[in-house]
């Protein structure tokens, strides 16, 4: 994974960590059960974390980092 890559995905984790659920279940157009196995796998890091398909992933991060 890239330099860019990585810090992404960092950004990624950090607001997944950070933003109200109700925020995040709009956005990503996810729901709470899945919200809840996504912080999860963030927090434990995970070793067979999914990828995120969720069509609000690009929305959140431009909505955040720019």
């Keep these: 994974m890239s330099e860019k890559e990585q810090e992404l995905v960092q950004k ?17 157009g996810c729901s709470d ?7 999860n796998q963030i927090r434990y890091r995970s070793v067979h974390r999914e990828p995120v ?6 929305k959140l991060l431009l909505r955040y980092l720019l």
């Design 12 to 28: 990624f984790d950090e607001l997944i960590l950070t933003l109200p659920d109700h925020e995040l279940i709009e956005i990503l």
């Design 53 to 58: 398909q969720y069509k609000g992933v690009i």
């Design 33 to 39: 059960k899945t919200l809840y196995r996504l912080r």
